[in-house]
């Protein structure tokens, strides 16, 4: 299963509805995102041999945002590995299970958009949070030059993690890949709609390369482009 980028591999399920990434540094492995279901685990756990890997070569687990499909399977994995976690300072109180989680302000969307809000999951698994990080950060650990960037809006914590020696983002859900190109995020999720725009345009702003987001298939290469487009087309 594929390695995306020199340090990058991805844990990608069918037509890419749900990813999420390994970091490998020497063989010290960072897990980004848990998925939700007990089929994400062996995903990941098939990615790790496919590595030859094990649960224990996972030091660190990183989240990029609060949300049930990214979050679900936290407590499950980390009875396997002694791994440090890490979420944004905004969302780690979400994850932790001390407060619930936001979605859209009913008034900001359409009747459509209405419908689907009260069939929202607000109760799902929760799990321990061990750091908690602010925009900028560097997380060296997990591989030199890592920093935190936050890219709010799906969540008030949503956030990502840049790799510069490689130009790569690992976005979570700042945008979404679909069939027919990159998207922006679901609204009916993201709590603060203005600043989800905002940082789509800022992820425009970097040098990206190589973007890995949680659901849709990783742009690897020329990512910039694409991301420029988008941005571009926000009002
Ligand atoms: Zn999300
Ligand atoms: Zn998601």
Same mark, same amino acid.
């Given at each position: 299963?594929?390695?995306?980028?020199?340090h990058?591999?991805?844990? *990608?399920?069918?037509?890419?509805?749900?990813?999420?990434?390994l970091i490998n540094h020497e063989g010290k492995l960072t897990l980004?995102?848990?998925?939700?279901?007990?089929?994400?685990?062996?995903?990941?756990?098939?990615?790790?041999?496919?590595?030859?890997s094990? =649960?224990s070569d996972i030091h660190h687990?990183?989240?990029?945002?609060?949300?049930?499909?990214?979050?679900?399977?936290?407590?499950?994995?980390?009875?396997?590995t002694?791994a440090t976690?890490?979420?944004?300072?905004?969302?780690?109180?979400?994850?932790?299970?001390?407060?619930?989680?936001?979605?859209?302000?009913?008034?900001?969307?359409?009747?459509?958009?209405?419908?689907?809000?009260?069939?929202?999951?607000?109760?799902?698994?929760?799990?321990?949070?061990?750091?908690?990080?602010?925009?900028?950060?560097?997380?060296?650990a997990i591989l030199p030059?890592?920093?935190?960037?936050?890219?709010?809006?799906?969540?008030?914590?949503?956030?990502?993690? =840049?790799?510069?020696?490689? +130009?790569? *983002?690992?976005?979570?859900?700042?945008?979404?890949?679909?069939? =027919?190109?990159?998207?922006?995020?679901?609204?009916?999720?993201?709590?603060? =709609?203005?600043?989800? +725009?905002?940082?789509?345009?800022?992820?425009?702003?970097?040098?990206?390369?190589?973007?890995?987001?949680?659901?849709?298939?990783? *742009?690897?290469?020329?990512?910039?482009? +694409?991301?420029?487009?988008?941005?571009?087309? *926000?009002?």
């Amino acid at each position: 299963m594929p390695q995306l980028t020199p340090h990058v591999y991805g844990v *990608l399920t069918q037509f890419n509805f749900m990813n999420a990434y390994l970091i490998n540094h020497e063989g010290k492995l960072t897990l980004i995102d848990t998925g939700l279901d007990a089929a994400f685990v062996v995903a990941i756990e098939k990615e790790l041999k496919a590595m030859n890997s094990t =649960w224990s070569d996972i030091h660190h687990i990183v989240l990029t945002h609060c949300h049930y499909d990214h979050v679900n399977n936290l407590a499950a994995i980390q009875q396997k590995t002694s791994a440090t976690t890490y979420a944004h300072r905004l969302d780690a109180p979400v994850i932790r299970g001390e407060q619930p989680v936001q979605y859209a302000n009913p008034a900001t969307l359409n009747f459509f958009e209405r419908l689907i809000l009260p069939n929202l999951k607000t109760v799902f698994n929760t799990g321990r949070v061990d750091v908690a990080v602010n925009d900028g950060d560097g997380l060296d650990a997990i591989l030199p030059g890592t920093q935190v960037v936050h890219l709010p809006g799906h969540s008030f914590g949503q956030m990502g993690l =840049w790799l510069p020696q490689e +130009k790569t *983002l690992i976005g979570g859900d700042v945008m979404m890949g679909l069939p =027919w190109g990159l998207s922006v995020p679901f609204k009916v999720v993201s709590p603060d =709609w203005t600043a989800a +725009k905002a940082s789509i345009k800022k992820v425009a702003g970097m040098p990206v390369e190589n973007l890995c987001l949680g659901h849709g298939t990783p *742009l690897i290469g020329n990512a910039h482009a +694409k991301i420029n487009t988008l941005a571009q087309r *926000l009002r």
